[in-house]
Structures are given as structure tokens and as C-alpha cells.
């Protein structure tokens, strides 16, 4: 269905290929997953195939992609669509109509399909794809996975042999990360569909490939290979795959059901230990919200909801797309339109502060770590910063130097990749030492390197005293980083405990140890290695 | 687990029974019978200063609008064009009280006045202000006000990506851009407030001047972004897929249109130039709208584009455009029988009266409130 022929592709003539010599035949109805690093190529790959890249956004490719017979280097992407179904990475921004049967006709629009046959492809993927509730309703209006949904059957209205997908999950919380990827997975298995997905978080998507890409850092070869061999050796991998080798298993498990047919020998292993968890700190308490309730018009984002916060924490907030958690951390910076309940950021309400007297207590990295940048170079950023916080010049650089040693000073902050990009935000945020840090969905889109970069520095901010507040839908990311789980939904805390006790109960935000080594509570990889390391195995019965 | 999440976002099955029982009641009516309605609407008023039959029209098209608005972002427009005409009819007021015309008989307040130097083209300020020119403005004002009022309510009820669906396949491609961006500001709109609460986020208080700058280029950087996924998006799903069109069409594609402006711009020159005859001139502009419309036609052929669930055209479709033609006419033909009931006299100033053909028209006008279908229900935003 799709060929690579010795493929090659740069941006320009003279910089160095980003994918050197692929070749590789995808067959119909196979469920491709392309892995890597961020800058190893994942995207120029998915580009490729319907010709975006070159024709769309520049580039040299040499060698020949065929798909489905035709080649890329004289169809365009619109030359294509009839056999290619692109799904982008932010489904919003790019909907073309307004409501979700629009949005579904529209490629068939564009392709010239006759009316009748239209309304009837509709209609089909409409069930197919569980959306005939939501037919009449705005797009905007929808949740995350729903777009995602809408964003996938406006594509397959148009009967694509080929779907591709770049990173369909990364902005989702679990529930619908797995209505999505379910609903993948009956394409492939019903329909036949060829589906090619871009994806970082591995523990997701792994159990549905058939095949996996795995591109490393540019000059580096590409393996491609089942899953269960690929896993055996990669560098990036699902913290199941962590655990099999941890425990010596083979082979190698790549799924949760894997690992737990063997695992039984582990758990055994393991009976006695005690999960060394980040304990919940007996330090003083340096924030609250309490009974606090955020109306936007009409809606409620928060009812009454109280939460405190000791110096040398980590709470995750969790809960679904919507839940309240980005208000949640609004409200701690003052900037939710508050209509009751008290909040106290070491002793003042935050809604009255502003300028360093706000920084010095509170610091917030939003969702859109870009939003915060405004200049056109890192060491004008990192100026700026000083000023408005008020510290000694050189503060912002010199945290720079430590967390993110490769940032050079002259680079444009939209040429920074998503990881660097953030890791530049925090580094303004934290110039004023603020009491309070809060991360908006800090991992999105960050590759495993960059995401254990992250929880190092968080981990050490923690020890240093502050008390650090994470919203997040990346379910081993808590498990590894918090101390504290507090779980949002419909504007009200509905759980709020020590990780360890919080996660490992819902089947939905347990870690893959957790679900393991149930009903033993091990969060990560770490804590079975240490655990295996320091004491030889009881054998007393239990 | 994942059936219990779907089961909890999804609407209940019983909200979508309901929903298809109202499918017959509850349609869009055509965009273009909601825009011919407001355009004889807005023709009826430029042919009258009668303020009763001005505060009329306004007054039938706020019903309208009030009846059969969506609950759609883009129908909130009504409000923006009320508060336009209000502030045309205030400015219009205050320029007359301003640069004060030196005519009239009633003396309304005796204030003082000065005439600037003639090198200042010897305008006179202030002075006193009489009735009659004030009234005068006063009804001008009010025209222009309900011309104003009449496009914003076909703004408000007619959908703008319906509306796209009637554009001729030849301008199709230039519609979508308009819509698109159409779109975009309102998305601008929450990004400048967004960015500039972040802001805040930095330690920085500034929000004057400079802190307008420090937002300018997050937010253009973001709006480029958005442009070029939705660029790559359109691409990728065929926007601007092409036929590949016989040489002998594409030649007479050509040739019509190349006709079409020949025979309109000759014909214009006879409708307006002086001093020739004015048989052929609207004869010619004619041909050369019939060349035009037949040019649009085969360009239109090498679009390859179909139509989901076209604007349907019924009877309260009919009902709607032709009750904004009936006002118009009606308008006109009263201003024939009845011209100083459709003009009051403001010199002297007279309390005008209200010619009995021009409300009947009025009341032709508000007939779409009642014969036009209610918007369907699921247009709006569940946030």
C-alpha cells in the first residue's frame, strides 16, 4: 500500500538528510507505529506519504514513494486525499466547517462524491464512530476526544485506504486517549485500513501496532520490526517493556496482559518490600484554596473546592479534558474570576497582587509555554525576565545554563523544539524563586529523554522546599513525580490522597507497574529496581 | 471503564429521538431569502425620512431577528450593528449641532459660535441651533440607522458557511478564504485576551502601549500557525482539486468574460455618460451581466466540487425574500401617492404622519417571524 524507495529527505540542499535511505513497503490493513526522538523525523515521515512534504512545506525528496501506485512527486496532497486521510496533531485548528456533519461531508465535498452517496457515507461513519448524538453540534463545543473523533470519520468520509496520524492522543486525558485509539483499531480490524501513527507516549498505542518504525537521532539507522523485537533493544520504550527487563523476562513483554502472565515469579520476589514512595511532607502549609467556586458566564469550572499545599511537594491534578484543573491552577495566580471561597498564597490573596510581590509567591508555566515568550532571542528573553522579577541580572541565564545547557543565546525562541521551549518558560518562571510552582500539561508532546529531564528538575525543586502543583494526563508521569494525587471532575475534588493509594485504585489512572504488580502497589520502574537491588529476595511465606 | 466514560460524555439516547422528530419543524431557512428580505428591507427605508416608518423597520427587523435567531456565535452580531446605528444616528446629530448651517426659524438654544479664518475654509462652529436642520439630521440619520440595522440582521440570521454553500462554484475557492477568515478574529480576539493574561504570569503590570507590543508577536506568531495547519489540513483533504477542462471550454470561458467586461463597461458609460442615447446602455449592461453570468458558469465547470444537503428552497423560503420585495415596492409605490407623507416636511417642522400603504407594508415586512422555520436547536455552544 505504501513504498519507500530508498527514500531521502532535507529541507535544504546543503543541511544534512533528516531521513537517509529509507525503504520500507507498508501492506494494506497494517497498524504502523512511528517512534523516535523529537527531531528525529516522525513528522517529515508521516508528511511524506501524502506529499505534504515536499509539495506543502518545502524540501528534497529523493528516492520514490509510492502509495497505493501513485507517486508522491507528481501528486500533490490534494491529488491525494482520496486515498490518504491526514489527521493533524491539533484537530481544532484545523476544521474547515463549523459543525460536525459539515465538518464530515467536506472532504467528500472537495473530491466531487454525488449527494446521495454523500448523505449515505455520513450517516455510516456518524455510527461508526459513535458521534450521531453530536451531528448538529459545533465543533468547538466538543471535548478532546470527541474532536479527535470527528477529526478522524471527516477523513474517512472519503474512504482513505491509507490513515495517518500525528500524535492523535497527546492532548487527551486517558478515558478518551482510549476512545480514540479503540476506535483505530476497529478501522483497522473492520475496515482494512492501513493506519501509520506518530506517538510519544508509548504505553497507549504499543498493544495496537502490528509494526513499528523506530527512527533515531538524525545519522543514526532506522530499525523497523514487530514490537516485541524492536522493544527487546530500543531506547525509547513503555515502562512495561522497563519493567520485562528489569525482571530478565523474554520475551520481552509489550503489553500489560504480557507482563503479567509473567510477573507472577516478581510479585513473589517482591512481597515484603515496601514501594519507596516520595513521602507526603509534615512541612508547614504554604497555600489553600478554600471553598473555592470560578463561574465563566454560565458555566461552573469549580464548585467549591479546597485544597492545601506544604512547601516541598509534587501534587498531580488529574481528571478529564474540562475537569477544572487548568482553572484550578488559574485561580492559585488570581487570574479566575473567583465568585466565592477564600485563596491564600503565603498569607495573601494572589487576585490582589501583581508584579514581582505575584512572581516571588507564585509562578504558573501555562499550557502554551510560547504564550509566555515575547522577544526574539533566548538572552533577550532571559533579560527581560530579570527585570520583571526584580532579581540580579544574569538570574534566568545562569538557571538556563543548568537545566537546558544546549540553549544557545542567539536562537530564536520559536526555533526551540516543545521540550526546550518549556524548559526556557519554567526557567523565567522560577528567576523569582517563587513559593508556589504550577505546571500546566507539562509533558505534552515531550519525548521520554525530555520528560525524565523534567521530572529530575521538578524532583529537585521539591527538595529545594518549593511546593509544585502539576495538572496532567500523563498517568506515569504522576505516578513517578507526585507525592499527592488529586483527582478533578465536573469542578469538585473527588479524591485526594497519597499517590500510592489514589492511582493504583482507578483502573483508569494506574500506571502499567501498578497494573503489573496489582494488588501490590509499585508505581514505577525505579522503585522495583531499587528494590531489587538492595535486598536479596524473602523467602518467608506471606 | 471506557464504556462508562463514553456513556457519561455522550448525550443520552432519548435527547437524540427528540431531536429527529424536530427535524421536520426546526431547518435553516435559505441564506439568500434572509438577505433578499433585509435588502428590501434596507431598500424600503432609503426611500423614506418618515422617522415613524424608519423607527418601524427597525423595530420589524429587531422582531425577526428576536424570533429567529440561532444561538450560533456568529448570530450575536445584531447587538454590534444596533449599537453601529445608534452611535451613526448620535454622530449625525452632533455634527449638525457642531458645524451649525445657518438656516431655520426656530430657535432651539442660543449658543455662542464662532466662524473660523478662511484659510481655514471659514467654517462656522457652534452658534445657535435652529429645529428644522436638526430634525433634518435627525431623519437622515435614522435612514442610514435601519439600512445599517436591516444588514446586521441578515448577518445574524443567515448561517455565513450556509451562505457559502449558494457562492458559484467559480468564486467558490475566495468564499472559503472570507469565511476562514471570518473565523480567525474571533480566535484572535481570545488569543490577545489569553497572551495578555499571561502576561501577568511574568511580573509584568504594564497595560498601556507597551504592553500592547509585548502581545503583537505571540499573537501574529500563533495566527501564522494556525494559517499554515489549516493550510496543510485543506490541502491534505482536496480543497482546490481541478478537472482538467477541454481547451475549447477554456476558451470560451475566456472569450465570455473578456465580453462580459467589454459590454459592461460600454454599457455603464451609456447609462451614466451625458449627452447619448440611454436605449442601448442599459441594453448592453445587461448582455454584459448574461456574459458574465454564463462565463461564472463554465469556470465553474472545472470545479469538481458537490454540495452536502444543499440549501433547500420552499415556500417559507419564497415567502421570506419575497416579503422584502413586496416592502420595498410597497415603499415605493406609497412615495408616488403620498410624498410628503413618506418625506415629512422639516421646513416647516410638522409632526409626521403615517401614510396607511407605507404600514401595510411594515406589516408585509414582519411576516417572516411567523411563515420562516425556527433554526434548529444544536447551533449553538454547550460549553
Known amino acids: 500500500m505504501i513504498e519507500f524507495d530508498d527514500v531521502s529527505i532535507r529541507y535544504t540542499y546543503d543541511a544534512s538528510p533528516i531521513i537517509a535511505g529509507l525503504t520500507l513497503t507498508i501492506t494494506e490493513g497494517e497498524f504502523v507505529l512511528v517512534l523516535g526522538p523529537t527531531g528525529s523525523g516522525k513528522s517529515t515521515l508521516l508528511g511524506a506519504i501524502n506529499g505534504l512534504v515536499p509539495h506543502f512545506t518545502g524540501g528534497v525528496?529523493?528516492?520514490?514513494?509510492?502509495?497505493?501506485?501513485?507517486?508522491?512527486?507528481?501528486?500533490?496532497?490534494?491529488?491525494?486525499?482520496?486515498?490518504?486521510?491526514?489527521?493533524?496533531?491539533?484537530?481544532?485548528?484545523?476544521?474547515?466547517?463549523?459543525?460536525?456533519?459539515?465538518?464530515?461531508?467536506?472532504?467528500?465535498?472537495?473530491?466531487?462524491?454525488?449527494?446521495?452517496?454523500?448523505?449515505?457515507?455520513?450517516?455510516?461513519?456518524?455510527?461508526?464512530?459513535?458521534?450521531?448524538?453530536?451531528?448538529?453540534?459545533?465543533?468547538?463545543?466538543?471535548?478532546?476526544?470527541?474532536?479527535?473523533?470527528?477529526?478522524?470519520?471527516?477523513?474517512?468520509?472519503?474512504?482513505?485506504?491509507?490513515?495517518?496520524?500525528?500524535?492523535?492522543?497527546?492532548?487527551?486525558?486517558?478515558g478518551a486517549a482510549e476512545e480514540v485509539l479503540a476506535a483505530l483499531h476497529r478501522l483497522v480490524h473492520d475496515l482494512g485500513v492501513t493506519v501509520v501513527l506518530a506517538e510519544h507516549r508509548l504505553e497507549r498505542v504499543i498493544q495496537y501496532a502490528d509494526r513499528v518504525i523506530a527512527l533515531g537521532a538524525p545519522g543514526t539507522p532506522t530499525t523497523i520490526g514487530d514490537p516485541a523485537t524492536i522493544m527487546t533493544t530500543a531506547a525509547i520504550a513503555?515502562?512495561?517493556?522497563?519493567?520485562?527487563?528489569?525482571?530478565?523476562?523474554?520475551?520481552?513483554?509489550?503489553?500489560?496482559?504480557?507482563?503479567?502472565?509473567?510477573?507472577?515469579?516478581?510479585?513473589?520476589?517482591?512481597?515484603?518490600?515496601?514501594?519507596?514512595?516520595?513521602?507526603?511532607?509534615?512541612?508547614d502549609e504554604v497555600a489553600h484554596l478554600r471553598d473555592v467556586s470560578v463561574r465563566y458566564g454560565s458555566t461552573t469550572a469549580l464548585r467549591s473546592v479546597s485544597l492545601s499545599l506544604r512547601a516541598g511537594e509534587v501534587v498531580a491534578l488529574m481528571g478529564r479534558n474540562g475537569a477544572g484543573k487548568s482553572t484550578l491552577l488559574h485561580s492559585l495566580v488570581g487570574r479566575s474570576p473567583v465568585s466565592g471561597g477564600t485563596i491564600d498564597v503565603s498569607g495573601t490573596d494572589p487576585a490582589t497582587l501583581d508584579g514581582p510581590a505575584l512572581v516571588h509567591r507564585v509562578g504558573l508555566v501555562p499550557q502554551e509555554p510560547g504564550d509566555l515568550l515575547e522577544t526574539s532571542t533566548v538572552a533577550e528573553e532571559c533579560a527581560a525576565s530579570d527585570r520583571d522579577a526584580g532579581c540580579d541580572a544574569g538570574t534566568t541565564r545562569a538557571l538556563l545554563a543548568l537545566l537546558a545547557p544546549e540553549i544557545t543565546d542567539s536562537t530564536h525562541p520559536r526555533d526551540l523544539s516543545e521540550g526546550q521551549r518549556l524548559l526556557l518558560a519554567l526557567c523565567i518562571v522560577l528567576a523569582s524563586r517563587p513559593t508556589v510552582i504550577c505546571l500546566d500539561e507539562p509533558t505534552r508532546g515531550l519525548d521520554y529523554a525530555t520528560?525524565?529531564?523534567?521530572?529530575?528538575?521538578?524532583?529537585?525543586?521539591?527538595?529545594?522546599?518549593?511546593?509544585?502543583?502539576?495538572?496532567?494526563?500523563?498517568?506515569?508521569?504522576?505516578?513517578?513525580?507526585s507525592s499527592r494525587v488529586v483527582i478533578v471532575a465536573d469542578g469538585e475534588v473527588v479524591a485526594d490522597g497519597p499517590t500510592s493509594e489514589v492511582i493504583t485504585s482507578s483502573p483508569m489512572f494506574a500506571p502499567q507497574v501498578a497494573k503489573v504488580l496489582a494488588p501490590q502497589t509499585w508505581l514505577s520502574v525505579e522503585q522495583v529496581r531499587r528494590a531489587l537491588d538492595t535486598q536479596p529476595p524473602h523467602k518467608d511465606s506471606a | 471503564m471506557t464504556t462508562t466514560t463514553i456513556g457519561h460524555r455522550a448525550p443520552k439516547q432519548r435527547l437524540a429521538g427528540s431531536a429527529l422528530r424536530n427535524v421536520d419543524d426546526r431547518r435553516w431557512l435559505h441564506p439568500v431569502a434572509w438577505w433578499s428580505w433585509a435588502i428590501g428591507l434596507a431598500a424600503a427605508a432609503s426611500t423614506t425620512t418618515n422617522p415613524l416608518l424608519l423607527v418601524g423597520l427597525i423595530v420589524v427587523a429587531a422582531v425577526v431577528v428576536d424570533r429567529r435567531k440561532p444561538d450560533a456565535p456568529w448570530a450575536r452580531s445584531f447587538t454590534f450593528f444596533l449599537r453601529l446605528a445608534v452611535i451613526v444616528v448620535v454622530f449625525r446629530v452632533l455634527m449638525q449641532v457642531i458645524f451649525v448651517a445657518p438656516i431655520g426659524t426656530t430657535l432651539l438654544i442660543d449658543l455662542p459660535g464662532i466662524t473660523l479664518p478662511s484659510w481655514l475654509a471659514g467654517i462656522r462652529l457652534g452658534g445657535s441651533i435652529m429645529l428644522e436642520p436638526l430634525l433634518n439630521a435627525l431623519y437622515e440619520g435614522l435612514r442610514l440607522a435601519a439600512i445599517l440595522v436591516a444588514v446586521g440582521a441578515a448577518s445574524s440570521l443567515a448561517s455565513p458557511s450556509r451562505l457559502l454553500k449558494s457562492v458559484p462554484a467559480a468564486i467558490y475557492e475566495i468564499g472559503v478564504s472570507v469565511v476562514v477568515a471570518t473565523t480567525f478574529l474571533p480566535q484572535l480576539a481570545s488569543d490577545v485576551a489569553r497572551i495578555r493574561g499571561n502576561r501577568r504570569l511574568r511580573g509584568r503590570r504594564d497595560s498601556g502601549l507597551r504592553g500592547v507590543g509585548g502581545t503583537v508577536m505571540p499573537v501574529l506568531h500563533g495566527a501564522m500557525d494556525r494559517s499554515i495547519t489549516l493550510a496543510a489540513a485543506m490541502d491534505s483533504r482536496g480543497y482546490g482539486r481541478t478537472d482538467t477542462v477541454s481547451p475549447t471550454a477554456r476558451r470560451l470561458t475566456a472569450a465570455t468574460l473578456v465580453a462580459a467586461v467589454v459590454l459592461a463597461t460600454i454599457g455603464t458609460y451609456g447609462l451614466l455618460g451625458t449627452g447619448s442615447a440611454t436605449v442601448w446602455g442599459p441594453g448592453l449592461l445587461l448582455a454584459g451581466l448574461a456574459c458574465a453570468f454564463v462565463s461564472v458558469a463554465l469556470a465553474g465547470r472545472r470545479s469538481v466540487r458537490t454540495r452536502y444537503r444543499p440549501n433547500a428552497w420552499k415556500a417559507p423560503d419564497v415567502a421570506t425574500a419575497c416579503a422584502g420585495a413586496a416592502t420595498a415596492i410597497v415603499f415605493l409605490v406609497a412615495g408616488r401617492f403620498d410624498a410628503s407623507g413618506m418625506n415629512p416636511s422639516t421646513a416647516p417642522a410638522q409632526w409626521p404622519s403615517v401614510p396607511l400603504l407605507a404600514l401595510l407594508g411594515l406589516l408585509v415586512a414582519v411576516l417572516p417571524a411567523f411563515v420562516s422555520p425556527q433554526p434548529p436547536r444544536d447551533a449553538g455552544d454547550h460549553a
Not at chain 1, 135 to 155: F, K, N
Not at chain 1, 274 to 280: A, E, Y
Not at chain 1, 459 to 480: K, M, N, P, S, Y
Request: net charge negative; aromatic share 2%.
Open chain 1, 238 to 283: 513503555p515502562p512495561v517493556v522497563h519493567l520485562g527487563r528489569v525482571a530478565g523476562w523474554d520475551p520481552t513483554p509489550v503489553t500489560v496482559r504480557d507482563a503479567r502472565r509473567q510477573a507472577s515469579t516478581l510479585r513473589h520476589l517482591l512481597l515484603g518490600h515496601v514501594p519507596p514512595v516520595r513521602p507526603v511532607p509534615d512541612s
Open chain 1, 451 to 481: 520528560k525524565d529531564r523534567l521530572a529530575g528538575i521538578v524532583t529537585d525543586l521539591a527538595d529545594a522546599g518549593h511546593a509544585i502543583v502539576l495538572a496532567t494526563h500523563d498517568v506515569e508521569l504522576a505516578a513517578v513525580l
Open chain 1, 61 to 174: 525528496v529523493n528516492g520514490d514513494i509510492r502509495v497505493d501506485g501513485r507517486s508522491t512527486s507528481n501528486n500533490r496532497p490534494r491529488d491525494l486525499a482520496d486515498v490518504v486521510g491526514v489527521v493533524p496533531q491539533d484537530p481544532l485548528a484545523s476544521f474547515v466547517t463549523d459543525t460536525v456533519e459539515e465538518e464530515l461531508a467536506y472532504t467528500m465535498e472537495c473530491l466531487g462524491i454525488a449527494p446521495t452517496v454523500m448523505r449515505r457515507r455520513v450517516e455510516e461513519t456518524l455510527d461508526l464512530l459513535g458521534l450521531e448524538e453530536l451531528r448538529h453540534r459545533p465543533l468547538r463545543s466538543l471535548s478532546g476526544g470527541q474532536r479527535q473523533r470527528v477529526a478522524i470519520g471527516a477523513v474517512l468520509t472519503a474512504h482513505p485506504r491509507v490513515l495517518v496520524l500525528d500524535e492523535p492522543t497527546s492532548a487527551l486525558d486517558p
